[in-house]
Structure formats: structure tokens, C-alpha cells
């Protein structure tokens, strides 16, 4: 009996992994093979089989809001305004069966402030497979739309590709790097898509996360860091009222923003504005430190110290800013 089992198992993941060679050429040959496997079997469905075998786009896979707590907490550093925003804003939009609009995050802040990795945080908290996801799709503003004399088209082909897969998976993900380099005007195309309509041409966008990742904002960001720190107060004291309404009208007004003059801002369909904070020498030191962890090394201080120490800060007179955040920490310990 247990023979005949695993016969009827490897039968069935057999027939699977045949279909899934021919998928892009025959569909059909699929949907044959599936159900083939499910009558060996004898009790999986057509669904729960594939999906054991291939990532599926579940209806609503539940956030575990006490994991990405947790993975903000352990992984980012310095970075208090922008965990405590990034929790609120997903665990409210996955705990509502019915938004009216799809969740839109604006994340600024100079290079090597975390905007990157917490996007990769998000990004494996919504969907197991991370950026890796199928339904997770990451675009690069100087890779995907590097050429201004190709904006229409450009606009045409995001459009498509946004529709595909949102009707293939309502919770898609959609990461937009380098705003600040991209084209104005080239992101309003997706406008209709982040506004509120129940469906646009019978899509329904509404589940679906969109996340701009920008170094524009990254002065006024640094500016208002500064008037904390000499004002002697904690830059955990910093909240978001205190940047959020100057990054969004800083940005609208800033042609190297990417978001220049864009109905997404004047329409208001990007929820949440977050600021990533400027990173201190002591912040810097816990990057060494996470990453010496992440090699599997045992922490030396002597070398955190050393790496740290290396980087260069701002202002000229205080210095107490990293110029580029962790960005440089990995290569930098490689010649410790």
C-alpha cells in the first residue's frame, strides 16, 4: 500500500514537471497533465496539486504582521519613522478584505539608507518567494526606461505589463527604483491604475502594492536630521509630520524627482510619504555587524570598527552623517 503511494506521488509530480516543460507551447497539455495527477492521487484538486509544485497567487496570503515586525526590527537600522510606517500602512491594507484603492508608498532618502532592503523585506513578507516572486516585478528606472525620446512607448508597454499581471495575481507588487531618474511624466501612466475605481477595463487594481524607491528628498530629509541633532534632541523624536508634507510638495517641485508635477501627488494617490533618515557611525557599525552574521562570522569588533571608521561622514564640521549610508559596507569588509 505505502508502495503503491509513493508510485501514485512520483507519478503525479512527474506528469507535473512534463506539463510545466511544454506550458509556454501548450497549455492545454497542462491542464491534461494536472488532472491526470489529481486522478492518481486520487485527492488533491486540480489547484492544491499545482500549487505544491509551482507558486501560486493565493486570493489573500494572510501578512504575518508579527514576522515583518520582527524583520524590521533585527534588519533595519536607524530607520524608526520608516518601520513604524511601513507596519501600519501593510497590515491595515492586508487586513482589509475591500480597499478602495491599492496601497502606494513613496519611499526617500539618500543611497544606502535601507530603501532597497526594506523593499526586499516587503516584498518576502507578501509573497514567499521575495523579489524572486513571480508576482513581485521590479523595475529600474536607468535599465527598463533609459531613453527620454521613448516615453510613449514606454508608458504603453508599463501599461500592459501592470494589467497582465494584476488580472493573473490581484496582489501583485510593483517596486519602481531610481525615481529620481526617471523620465516626468513617464509615471503617470499608471495613474489610473492607483486611483480609486473599483475596476479600469475590468481590472480590479485595488489589491494590488505599488513602491517608489527615491533619492530625491534625501536634503530636506538631512536637513531636518540636523536641526534635531543641534536642537539636542533624539532623532527618534522625529515624526512623520515633521517631513512628510515637505518631502511631498519638495518632490512635486523638484524636476529630477521623477514625480515632478504628477497627478499621483496632486491627485493624492500616494498614501504614505516616508522618510529614510540619514545613518550615524553607530548605525553604520551594526550594518558591519549584520553582515558579518549574514557570512556566517563570528563578530570582531576590532573590524567593525575599522570598517566604520573608514567611511566618510557630513557635515565637514560635525560629521555625523555617513555619506552613503551601509551602501559601501559589503566590499569594504571584503579587504578586512
Avoid at 223 to 230: G, I, M, S, V
Wanted: with cysteine; charged share 25%.
Amino acid at each position: 500500500m505505502r508502495a503503491a503511494g509513493r508510485l501514485g506521488s512520483g507519478a503525479a509530480l512527474w506528469l507535473l514537471l512534463a506539463a510545466q516543460a511544454v506550458a509556454a507551447i501548450e497549455p492545454i497539455s497542462v491542464g491534461i497533465a494536472i488532472g491526470a495527477a489529481s486522478v492518481i492521487t486520487g485527492y488533491l484538486s486540480y489547484r492544491d496539486l499545482y500549487c505544491r509544485f509551482a507558486e501560486c497567487c493565493r486570493k489573500q496570503r494572510p501578512l504575518n504582521a508579527t514576522a515583518l515586525k520582527l524583520d524590521l526590527k533585527e534588519k533595519l537600522f536607524g530607520q524608526h519613522l520608516a518601520a513604524e510606517v511601513i507596519l501600519k500602512a501593510l497590515t491595515g491594507f492586508r487586513s482589509n478584505d475591500n480597499p478602495k484603492k491599492p496601497l502606494t508608498l513613496s519611499l526617500h532618502g539618500w543611497a544606502g539608507t535601507g530603501k532597497n532592503f526594506v523593499s526586499q523585506i516587503v516584498a518576502e513578507n507578501l509573497h514567499a518567494k521575495g523579489l524572486k516572486s513571480n508576482f513581485v516585478h521590479l523595475f529600474v528606472s536607468t535599465l527598463h526606461f533609459p531613453h527620454e525620446q521613448h516615453i510613449k512607448l514606454y508608458q504603453d508597454q508599463l501599461q500592459t505589463w501592470i494589467r497582465g499581471n494584476v488580472s493573473a495575481c490581484a496582489s501583485s507588487v510593483f517596486i519602481f527604483d531610481e525615481m529620481d531618474k526617471l523620465h516626468p511624466g513617464l509615471i503617470d501612466a499608471i495613474k489610473p491604475f492607483l486611483d480609486y475605481y473599483e475596476q479600469v477595463d475590468g481590472v480590479s487594481y485595488r489589491k494590488a502594492i505599488f513602491i517608489f524607491l527615491s533619492n530625491a528628498g534625501g536634503d530636506l530629509i538631512t536637513k531636518t536630521a540636523l536641526e534635531f541633532w543641534r536642537a539636542g534632541r533624539r532623532r527618534e523624536d522625529i515624526q512623520l509630520k515633521d517631513l512628510e508634507h515637505a518631502l511631498s510638495v519638495g518632490v512635486f517641485n523638484n524636476k529630477h524627482s521623477g514625480l515632478w508635477r504628477s497627478g499621483l501627488i496632486y491627485k493624492r494617490l500616494i498614501d504614505y510619504f516616508i522618510p529614510f533618515l540619514p545613518l550615524e557611525y553607530t548605525h553604520v557599525k551594526m550594518c558591519v555587524r549584520a553582515e558579518m552574521k549574514a557570512r556566517g562570522s563570528a563578530i570582531d569588533e576590532d573590524v567593525v570598527t575599522r570598517v566604520a571608521e573608514e567611511m566618510t561622514f557630513y557635515p565637514k564640521g560635525e560629521k555625523i552623517y555617513s555619506d552613503r549610508g551601509c551602501k559601501t559596507v559589503q566590499s569594504r569588509l571584503d579587504f578586512q
